[in-house]
């Protein structure tokens, strides 16, 4: 998976996980991507430009549909997109 053009604040333990949440403008996106199907591709690598993730082997990117840029410490996402298919 390839983030691009990635613009967000730093922050303690920030994760990549795919998920299968919608993504909600505001704060009503803080807290949903942990509610549903999840999967952690790692660290987040740097908060600025882009960046490539691999997927695991036994993870069917078609699952899921949104990405969240993850913090595991205060359980709160920086941020989401829908995934683009290409």
Same mark, same amino acid.
């Given at each position: 998976? !390839? =983030?691009?053009?990635?613009?967000? @604040?730093?922050?303690?333990? &920030?994760?990549?996980?795919?998920?299968? %949440?919608?993504?909600?403008?505001?704060?009503?996106?803080?807290?949903?991507?942990?509610?549903?199907?999840?999967?952690?591709?790692? !660290? =987040?690598?740097?908060?600025?430009? @882009?960046?490539?993730?691999? &997927?695991?082997?036994?993870?069917?990117? %078609?699952?899921?549909?949104?990405?969240?840029?993850?913090?595991?410490?205060?359980?709160?996402?920086?941020?989401?997109?829908?995934?683009?298919?290409?």
């Amino acid at each position: 998976m !390839r =983030l691009e053009n990635l613009d967000t @604040s730093n922050g303690p333990d &920030l994760r990549v996980w795919l998920t299968d %949440a919608p993504v909600k403008e505001g704060t009503a996106g803080w807290r949903v991507f942990d509610d549903g199907e999840y999967v952690s591709l790692g !660290r =987040l690598k740097g908060n600025k430009g @882009s960046q490539n993730y691999v &997927l695991p082997d036994d993870v069917d990117p %078609a699952r899921y549909t949104s990405v969240s840029i993850w913090c595991d410490r205060f359980d709160v996402s920086f941020g989401a997109a829908e995934l683009a298919r290409v």
